[in-house]
């Protein structure tokens, strides 16, 4: 079987390890730099042109689509998608999964848990917004971030009325949560794979930070989830229909909250912190497929 990693760079951590994985079970592996594909549309003939050729004989596709990309990245998606290549994320997924706004209005129709949320067209009433989420602390989030950027704890009521008002005057699309005080500045990630939770880890922010990415230098865990626990996390990767994905959720009072469906999790943190060829699992779920 030959399958392609859609990697901009084949030097990264996740983008070796499936290849790795792919090449151990007798497959055929390549990495391909999907900004570097050219996209040829006509009548019942959809072909993708690469390094002066066209790819031919694809039988499935692992994309690793970085967030800057997403237009083009779910562009070459889509177009294996018509020339019948299986994919472990589909295009219309992908899409969805990096609108955080759709996605968390997606989650809340199935009937996941969520921190409460509030999203508006800069509306000039932030003393509503502020009261409506419990008062301060909250969580201020760009719509565009990603790996914890732009992401702004307000802890007081005159900091969040600022920031809000500050974001509010650059035109910068925000949505505003709720703190989850509870959680200690940990959350929960659960690597979904094919319906299976194949591997979960707990991050800690660092000592005067609240985010807990790793990027931002958290720490992380094994971790066994609880049975309400995992059934969110199968609940959400359901509802936004991701085949392979990272559900990042904190511990509250009232449950599980899930943050974000995360379309293209990194697999050296998952791998590292429970131990588990994350990796094996993506390829086994292609074989089971194609």
Do not use: W
């Not at 609880?226 to 994905?245: F, I, Q, R, W, Y």
Request: net charge positive; aromatic share 6%; hydrophobic share 40%.
């Amino acid at each position: 079987m030959k399958i392609a990693v859609l990697s901009r760079n084949p030097n990264l951590y996740s983008t070796k390890r499936l290849v790795e994985a792919a090449r151990a079970k007798g497959n055929d592996a390549m990495v391909v730099d999907h900004l570097k594909c050219n996209i040829h549309i006509e009548k019942k003939n959809s072909k993708i042109f690469y390094n002066g050729e066209y790819l031919e004989d694809i039988d499935a596709i692992i994309p690793r689509i970085g967030a800057s990309v997403t237009f083009y990245g779910t562009a070459v998606v889509r177009q294996f998608e018509m020339m019948k290549v299986f994919t472990t994320t589909e295009s219309q997924a992908l899409v969805r999964s990096r609108d955080k706004l759709r996605s968390l209005q997606i989650l809340s129709r199935a009937g996941v848990g969520l921190p409460k949320t509030i999203f508006t067209n800069y509306a000039r009433d932030v003393d509503h917004i502020i009261e409506s989420l419990g008062g301060a602390p909250l969580v201020l989030k760009l719509l565009e971030g990603t790996q914890g950027l732009g992401v702004v704890l307000a802890e007081t009521y005159n900091a969040a009325n600022s920031v809000i008002e500050a974001f509010n005057g650059l035109k910068a699309r925000v949505i505003a949560q709720e703190f989850i005080k509870e959680a200690g500045g940990a959350d929960l990630r659960a690597f979904v794979v094919d319906g299976v939770v194949v591997g979960a880890m707990k991050r800690q922010a660092k000592k005067g930070e609240f985010r807990s990415n790793l990027h931002r230098g958290g720490s992380a865990e094994l971790v066994e989830l609880s049975e309400d626990e995992e059934n969110t996390a199968l609940k959400a990767a359901k509802a936004m229909s991701l085949g392979v994905c990272g559900v990042d959720m904190v511990q509250s009072d009232r449950g599980p909250l899930v943050l974000e469906v995360n379309s293209s999790p990194g697999l050296e943190g998952i791998e590292k912190a429970t131990g588990k060829d994350i990796a094996r699992e993506i390829i086994r779920y292609i074989e089971r497929n194609v």
